[in-house]
């Protein structure tokens, strides 16, 4: 992985970009019915990508997903693979995607319940993995030093208070010209420790977390698809952000959201 310096012009782009797959995202959410297939909604995504202009990044060589977008379904935590079975009323589904605006990639997650609004256990699941995600954001929106540490203490501090599980073997990371670059961004930690982030920094910071255990396992059917190991629900969500002089701006915020 590299950390590269980015130029305004490539911020900007980044910006733009943000702005691109948050409205995306957001349509998907109101988009998504009980019936559709995953691959019916990666077509329906990967048009709409197409449509505003951007490019879908997990299509690039180096990636090679077969689809444009990661659907996580119940026990799968993330890189879901787009399949043929249909979503049920009460499924919990993360949608997970990058994509690349004028050469500069964003990348950003949200799950949902399908067809209904979460409730009980599950709509704690959501909302203390969404919670612990803007916990994090707002760890570092201060001027002065800044860690990624600072942002893993904040994040783990909400899920513990919440009594998830703490899925530590994936992390956040760098992201600007290329998808996982320096640093790495885990959702454990302690404060003022790890890589110190610089103004012009751009990072994707994205929490999982489980109703269960925290172990995870990979699905050996497709070679992708990571899941927790004993079958609980999970949770991820996931913002880019880019280190100001101030703060913290959330490049990929939905235009309705309020950080």
């Known amino acids: 992985m590299q950390n590269y310096i980015k130029t305004p012009a490539e911020i900007e782009a980044m910006r733009e970009g943000g702005k691109v797959l948050a409205s995306i995202l957001k349509d998907l959410k109101a988009y998504v019915k009980p019936g559709m297939t995953g691959k019916e909604i990666d077509a329906w995504v990967e048009n709409e990508i197409k449509k505003r202009g951007a490019h879908p990044s997990y299509k690039d060589k180096e990636v090679d997903f077969p689809g444009v977008i990661c659907i996580s379904v119940n026990d799968e935590i993330v890189h879901g693979t787009p399949k043929d079975i249909p979503l049920e009323t009460g499924d919990v589904v993360s949608f997970d995607m990058v994509i690349t605006y004028k050469g500069m990639m964003t990348d950003s997650a ?108 990979v699905n050996r059917e497709d070679g992708w698809t990571i899941c927790t190991k004993d079958g609980s629900l999970s949770a991820h969500f996931e913002h880019t952000v880019l280190i100001t002089e101030n703060g913290v701006e959330i490049l990929t915020l939905w235009p309705s959201d309020k950080a």
Do not use: Q
């Not at 949902?112 to 609004?117: A, D, L, N, Y």
């Not at 961004?185 to 103004?199: E, S």
């Open 110 to 217: 949200f799950t949902m319940v399908v067809g209904e609004e979460p409730k009980g256990s599950v709509k704690h699941l959501l909302n203390t993995t969404e919670r612990s995600l803007y916990a994090g954001i707002e760890a570092l929106n201060h001027a002065g030093d800044r860690y990624v540490g600072d942002v893993s203490a904040a994040v783990e501090k909400e899920l513990k208070n919440g009594k998830l599980g703490i899925v530590k073997e994936l992390v956040g990371h760098g992201i600007s010209k290329t998808m996982h670059e320096e640093p790495e961004v885990p959702n454990y930690g302690k404060p003022r420790r790890g890589f110190k982030l610089d103004v012009g920094d751009t990072i994707a910071i994205e929490p999982m977390a489980t109703l269960g255990s925290a172990a995870i396992r």
